[in-house]
């Protein structure tokens, strides 16, 4: 154990009576580097601090989900994000490439069934392996793993906590990457007690069944569009606009897709309570925001997708003296993400205007170490970072939508090149392509620099990074 001694809470309430000789002194810590939170950027950060040789720990505790749902080392994109929710975004697309089969001469029995319980078993066990590889890979790097809830006593000083484990570390440099977690509602009676998030959704080992997703993020559009993939009866709750934040014609694309492939979208309206009934369904009941009007349906489950928060509420940042921005919770950070004190640093979803995508925050955490210890300068590039929707007509873009050019620069001053396509897979199958569109956004004057680029249809992922390297 690296905790430096044990007490009581009594003492641990008082920062300085439980120390070392050694933590006393104030030329020296237990750690080089101290890592708050164990997901992408936090580990990435650890391991690339350790290749210089210096003393690293890593703090990591999983906060349960209100319903219960917890898991292992390696953050939200390993456990409850980017890798299960792409896993089951390819079990929806098999079923879809077992429809286009028999076009292509293979003989496939109907109807097809989609077990939930053996794709969800398969999905878990990958990703405990992924928990135990991290483990390992901070083993091997000598990194310090302590599974153990961090919070502020002082600048230097983390108290780690865990079920009667209590730990109080130093540390020269702390590095904060604690992510974010989904939000509920407050304002409507049942949501807490009987809705789930993307937390949970996951780890359930029975199907969903008719799923209400309430909300219009990528979260929600990506988790709707696999349900409906896997043959499940779901719905779209949405108060405004589809994809908030990406370019509106294409966020309409994708959502016309899902809406004419199975997925039901209840639009300009919003949940006002959920009851359970003695059947053990759920009544939601929402009301239409344009008339006023009240209606309600029956779900098995009801998932909320109403953004996330970030996970800073128990760190105590006041203690250490860390600046928030008060409306959003997030870490003021700059340029080499330096919060308000110059040793602590923050880093991927907790961090204010950062994009909340897992390759940035591991990309930020490699580089705050190897400007820490390697005598490296160069600063994280926030500029045209690709991003991916993986609804079930992928949407990948990279760079400014075409609201974003027209407000930076003038709507004379921007030039819009635009095609639909049709994919030479979808022929054959004669599969519907209205939806599969490429647009590029250009700057008018001079040689037309590209602002930016936006693509749906299959594998969009794949093919937005490739032209990614090229507009940087």
Known sequence: MAALCRASPR??????LCRTARALSSEKHEYDLLVVGGGSGGL?????????????????????????????LGGTCVNVGCIPKKLMHQAALLGSSLKDAQRYGWNVSYPVNHDWSAMSKAVQNHVKSLNWGHRVQLQDKKVKYLNLKGSF????????????????????????????????PTNIAGAREYGITSDDLFWLKRSPGKTLVVGASYVSLECAGFLAGLGLNATVMMRSIPLRGFDQQMATLVADHMEGHGTRFLKKCSPTKVKKGENGRLRVTWKYLDSGKEK??????????????????????????????????KIIVDARETTSVPHIYAIGDITEGRPELTPTAIAAGKLVAQRLFGQSAELMDYDNVPTTVFTPLEYGCVGLSEEEAAGRFGADHIEVYHAFYKPLEFTVAERDA???????????????????????????GEVIQGFALGIK
């Open 434 to 460: 209205a939806q599969c569109y490429i647009k590029m956004v250009c700057l008018r004057q001079q040689e037309q620099r590209i602002l930016g680029l936006h693509f749906i249809g299959p594998n969009a």
């Open 11 to 16: 003492f641990l309430r008082k920062p300085g």
């Open 153 to 184: 006593v002082d600048p230097h000083t983390i108290r780690g906590l865990m079920k009667g484990k209590e730990a109080l570390l130093t540390a020269e440099n702390i590095v904060l990457a604690t992510g974010g977690r989904p939000k509920y």
């Open 44 to 72: 990435a950060c650890a391991k690339e601090a350790s290749q210089f040789g210096k003393k690293v720990a890593v703090l990591d505790y999983v906060e349960p989900s209100p319903k219960g749902t917890k898991w292992g």
């Open 296 to 329: 309600s349906d029956e779900f098995d489950t009801v998932m909320w997708a109403v953004g996330r928060a970030p996970d800073t509420q128990t760190l105590n940042l006041e203690m250490a003296g860390v600046k928030t921005n008060p409306a959003t919770g």
